[in-house]
């Protein structure tokens, strides 16, 4: 069976690159435009991984993953931030708040499906 990952960016342009690459590669996509969202979808889903934006409105990607951390199914769930943030210490706060890992924008396909199979198992 088919892994699922959400991808979680307010830009329209990414969500669709993000999920064009994964499809191609044999995973099931659930978008979501930004933390609230994807939240909320995940109330409808079950996903095997998260790649989420750092800077987003209504919720960005950190407290994404602090309120992900806090339920069980999601505890131990890889999450990946894909964003356009390098500084130390915006990954330093991203790795307290429980990502996985941490991929920069612009990225190249095979590079982001490299870090998925890695973290996926």
Do not use: C
Request: net charge neutral; hydrophobic share 40%; aromatic share 4%.
């Amino acid at each position: 069976m088919a892994k699922t990952i959400m991808t979680v960016d307010d830009s329209a342009s990414v969500r669709q690159m993000v999920s064009l690459t994964l499809k191609d590669a044999g995973y099931e996509v659930v978008e979501g435009v930004d933390g609230k969202d994807a939240l909320n979808k995940l109330n409808s889903y079950t996903v095997d991984m998260v790649l989420t934006d750092l800077n987003m409105p209504n919720m960005d990607g950190i407290t994404l993953i602090e309120e992900l951390r806090k339920l069980a199914q999601y505890k131990f769930t890889p999450i990946v931030m894909l964003t356009t943030e390098s500084q130390g210490n915006r990954k330093m706060e991203g790795k307290q708040a429980g990502a996985t890992g941490w991929i920069v924008k612009p990225f190249k396909p095979h590079q982001l499906l490299g870090v998925i199979k890695k973290v996926l198992g």
